[in-house]
């Protein structure tokens, strides 16, 4: 079983930043592909960005150069630094691992990210 716990949300000004952290229970993390999704009031779960086993990325067009994500393998545990937050970036934000050899998505409960002035 897998166990990913999401921390860093909170309240910020428009033009501020958050660092969201995840830390997964799973062992061998460093093989698997580590994402964030996020989801707003009223809408769909949305892709943010994702990393992979050999450290390569990818982003969502409207948060490319603001957001980064990184990974830390010796400690489980995956981030996403979010800067010029907007008030559009508002939503819960949930961490994903997928684990290609069985093609199961495991989540997180999700972080709130409120960006409001």
């Known amino acids: 079983q897998v166990q990913l716990v999401e921390s860093g949300g909170g309240l910020v000004q428009p033009g501020g930043s958050l660092r969201l952290s995840c830390a997964a229970s799973?062992?061998?993390?460093?093989?698997?592909?580590m994402g964030w999704y996020r989801q707003a009031p009223g809408k769909q779960r949305d892709f943010v960005a994702n990393i992979n086993s050999g450290g390569s990325t990818n982003y969502r067009d409207s948060v490319k150069g603001r957001f980064t994500i990184s990974r830390d393998n010796a400690k489980n545990t995956v981030y996403l630094q979010m800067n010029s937050l907007k008030p559009e970036d508002t939503a819960v934000y949930y961490c994903?691992?997928?684990?290609?050899?069985?093609?199961?998505?495991?989540w997180g409960k999700g972080t709130l990210v409120t960006v409001s002035s």
């Open positions: 994903n691992l997928y684990d290609i050899s069985t093609r199961m998505d495991y």
């Open positions: 799973r062992s061998s993390f460093s093989i698997y592909t």
